[in-house]
């Protein structure tokens, strides 16, 4: 019977997803959780729940009730006491009220962060949930004000502006969720790493006690219809005890992940990236030199429109602009021959794609009088490129950051299948040429940089040191999204141990 009404459940989320459009189900967060998945958080908590308890179960994005339906057919019908859901669509909540009329659900069609928290009493013991993934881009500045001031109001977590909208989800669910009460949240793992997240690891680690994190593997993504790179996190209503341990696992299924390693939170409190775990150990407290000590490393410059302030050469024959006005820029990674770029006499890159960025400050009226035809071109640029908000915000519109030329640079965008493929490369170049923000740029700090000019030998076996890096060390600083896209933030590649280039700097020559 219940095997049942969760194939109609399953059509009906079809029927009912078919009905609108992938924007429109982004804008909510809707996708629902494959039945396994749901199944799998039903026998978890079965398992964690003492088990002479009765259930009172809250689902507060309850979509068509792939929890509730897992819950029916997972626990005896006679422990779960009550059920209630929030479902703020019509669209989903009306066919998911007919098709568990016969069941003793409450259902309420509306927004969950907006719903006032139950007495005490009427706090629930387990809490599954499956929180619409809306990026803070998607709410507004008075709806980011508004869940801030609830979120801390029902827990104490101050998000910053940069949480979505599954972390207000969690911090507000504290005041449903009954003291000794389990919850199972299915997120995204992005919290782990970033600064928005930050908050909610303390809630998790001071405030809750918090049982067990399991990450699935990015590549095999657990939603058919949406990019993201998600986790199962179960944690108790009540303070950790001392000497507490969190249970990482990773891949494979919540019943049989691939790899598993406990962590003792007092590791947690100190760790900013919990997604190492259970992959790597624990950090040992170390002295051993960072690639920040020889390199101030940013990100290549955003042009604001890459389209129109980056020309090839042809492009500026044809409408005779000014060479001086303009400097040498790579080409994006997969447009690079090789991971070494020679340079022309002349300094510019020895590519078959040669491109130009404009590098122009001077103000419109002297480029006018100067340069007439790069003057009729920035004309063609506006509106539309000059209004875009980099543009905007910079003084003249079209003046560039400035990004000299350095020979290290690191494409820092790619997949890897974990062990083969090297997703990160160093590019050694010899031109004169500045680089996009599709490369980080290493500019060498005064000891290195020094040793360079003294020993110009010495940048080949930089870069060689630089590739030789293991392709684990990178990965273990970088952050990985849906699809196994593996990024690596400036200060991510920072932090990656240096201690081959120590050894290099104070070698006799
Ligand atoms: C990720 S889906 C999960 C649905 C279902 N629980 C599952 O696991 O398949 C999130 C659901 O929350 C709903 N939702 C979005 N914002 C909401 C809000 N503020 N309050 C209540 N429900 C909301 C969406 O319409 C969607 O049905």
């Given at each position: 019977?219940?095997?049942?009404?969760?194939?109609?459940?399953?059509?009906?989320?079809?029927?009912?997803?078919?009905?609108k459009?992938?924007?429109?189900?982004?804008?909510?967060?809707?996708?629902?959780?494959?039945?396994p998945?749901?199944?799998?958080?039903?026998?978890?908590?079965?398992?964690?729940?003492?088990?002479?308890?009765p259930?009172?179960?809250?689902?507060?994005?309850?979509?068509?009730?792939?929890?509730?339906?897992?819950?029916?057919?997972?626990?005896?019908?006679?422990?779960?006491?009550?059920?209630?859901?929030?479902?703020?669509?019509?669209?989903?909540?009306?066919?998911?009220?007919?098709?568990?009329?016969?069941?003793?659900?409450?259902?309420?069609?509306?927004?969950?962060?907006?719903?006032?928290?139950?007495?005490?009493?009427?706090?629930?013991?387990?809490?599954?949930?499956?929180?619409?993934?809306?990026?803070?881009?998607?709410?507004?500045?008075?709806?980011?004000?508004?869940?801030?001031?609830e979120?801390?109001?029902?827990?104490?977590?101050?998000?910053?502006?940069?949480?979505?909208?599954?972390?207000?989800?969690?911090?507000?669910?504290?005041?449903?969720?009954?003291?000794?009460?389990?919850?199972?949240?299915?997120?995204?793992?992005?919290?782990?790493?970033?600064?928005?997240?930050?908050?909610?690891?303390?809630?998790?680690?001071?405030?809750?006690?918090?049982?067990?994190?399991?990450?699935?593997?990015p590549?095999?993504?657990?939603?058919?219809?949406?990019?993201?790179?998600?986790a199962?996190?179960?944690?108790?209503?009540?303070?950790?005890?001392?000497?507490?341990?969190?249970?990482?696992?990773?891949?494979?299924?919540?019943?049989?992940?691939?790899?598993?390693?406990?962590?003792?939170?007092?590791?947690?409190?100190?760790?900013?990236?919990?997604?190492?775990?259970?992959?790597?150990?624990?950090?040992?407290?170390?002295?051993?030199?960072?690639?920040?000590?020889?390199?101030?490393?940013?990100?290549?410059?955003?042009?604001g429109?890459?389209?129109?302030?980056?020309?090839?050469?042809?492009?500026?024959?044809?409408?005779?602009?000014?060479r001086?006005?303009?400097?040498?820029?790579?080409?994006?990674?997969?447009?690079?021959?090789?991971?070494?770029?020679?340079?022309?006499?002349?300094?510019s890159?020895?590519?078959?794609?040669?491109?130009?960025?404009?590098?122009?400050?001077?103000?419109?009226?002297?480029?006018?009088?100067?340069?007439?035809?790069?003057?009729?071109?920035?004309?063609?640029?506006?509106?539309?490129?000059?209004?875009?908000?980099?543009?905007?915000?910079?003084?003249?519109?079209?003046?560039?950051?400035?990004?000299?030329?350095?020979?290290?640079?690191?494409?820092?965008?790619?997949?890897?299948?974990?062990?083969?493929?090297?997703?990160?490369?160093?590019?050694?170049?010899?031109?004169?040429?500045?680089?996009?923000?599709?490369?980080?740029?290493?500019?060498?700090?005064?000891p290195l940089?020094?040793?360079?000019?003294?020993?110009?030998a010495?940048?080949?076996?930089?870069?060689?040191?630089?590739n030789?890096?293991?392709?684990?060390?990178?990965?273990?600083?970088?952050?990985?999204?849906?699809?196994?896209?593996?990024?690596?933030e400036?200060?991510?590649?920072?932090?990656?141990?240096?201690?081959?280039?120590?050894?290099?700097?104070?070698?006799?020559?």
């Open positions: 019977m219940i095997a049942l009404l969760e194939q109609r459940r399953l059509a009906l989320q079809a029927l009912c997803d078919g009905e459009t992938l924007k429109d189900r982004n804008r909510l967060g809707q996708f629902a959780t494959p039945t998945l749901a199944a799998a958080l039903s026998r978890y908590a079965l398992e964690v729940l003492p088990p002479d308890r259930v009172s179960f809250l689902d507060p994005a309850f979509g068509t009730g792939a929890f509730y339906s897992a819950l029916l057919r997972v626990f005896p019908p006679e422990r779960i006491e009550r059920a209630q859901g929030f479902e703020i669509d019509p669209h989903y909540e009306a066919p998911t009220r007919a098709l568990w009329q016969d069941h003793a659900l409450t259902l309420t069609l509306g927004d969950f962060t907006a719903a006032p928290p139950p007495d005490p009493a009427k706090r629930f013991n387990l809490i599954l949930c499956n929180p619409p993934y809306v990026r803070h881009h998607h709410l507004d500045r008075a709806q980011k004000a508004r869940l801030q001031r979120s801390q109001r029902a827990s104490g977590v101050k998000l910053n502006g940069l949480a979505g909208l599954y972390c207000h989800f969690l911090a507000l669910s504290h005041a449903w969720l009954a003291n000794e009460g389990l919850a199972g949240w299915l997120i995204p793992s992005e919290f782990m790493d970033v600064n928005y997240g930050a908050p909610l690891k303390r809630y998790l680690l001071d405030q809750v006690e918090l049982l067990h994190i399991q990450r699935f593997d590549a095999a993504g657990q939603f058919h219809d949406a990019l993201v790179s998600s199962v996190l179960w944690f108790r209503k009540r303070p950790p005890a001392a000497g507490h341990r969190v249970h990482f696992s990773y891949g494979g299924t919540l019943a049989a992940p691939l790899e598993c390693l406990s962590i003792p939170s007092e590791t947690l409190q100190i760790e900013h990236k919990w997604t190492r775990f259970p992959v790597f150990q624990p950090r040992i407290a170390c002295t051993t030199p960072k690639l920040s000590n020889f390199f101030n490393i940013r990100r290549g410059l955003a042009s429109n890459n389209r129109f302030f980056i020309l090839s050469l042809a492009e500026m024959i044809e409408r005779n602009l000014p001086e006005c303009f400097i040498p820029i790579l080409p994006g990674p997969r447009h690079l021959p090789g991971d070494e770029i020679e340079a022309y006499p002349d300094g890159p020895k590519l078959d794609h040669r491109l130009f960025i404009l590098a122009c400050r001077q103000p419109e009226t002297e480029i006018e009088q100067k340069y007439p035809s790069l003057w009729t071109y920035l004309q063609s640029g506006k509106p539309s490129t000059s209004e875009r908000y980099l543009c905007r915000s910079r003084s003249p519109w079209y003046a560039q950051e400035n990004r000299p030329p350095t020979p290290f640079l690191c494409t820092y965008m790619g997949r890897s299948d974990g062990k083969r493929a090297r997703p990160f490369r160093f590019i050694l170049n010899h031109s004169q040429a500045t680089a996009a923000n599709v490369y980080l740029m290493l500019y060498p700090k005064p940089a020094h040793a360079l000019q003294q020993r110009p010495l940048v080949k076996t930089v870069w060689s040191l630089l030789d890096i293991e392709t684990s060390a990178l990965l273990g600083e970088g952050r990985v999204y849906g699809g196994g896209l593996h990024k690596l400036p200060k991510e590649l920072a932090h990656v141990s240096a201690a081959a280039i120590e050894a290099l700097l104070y070698q006799r020559p």
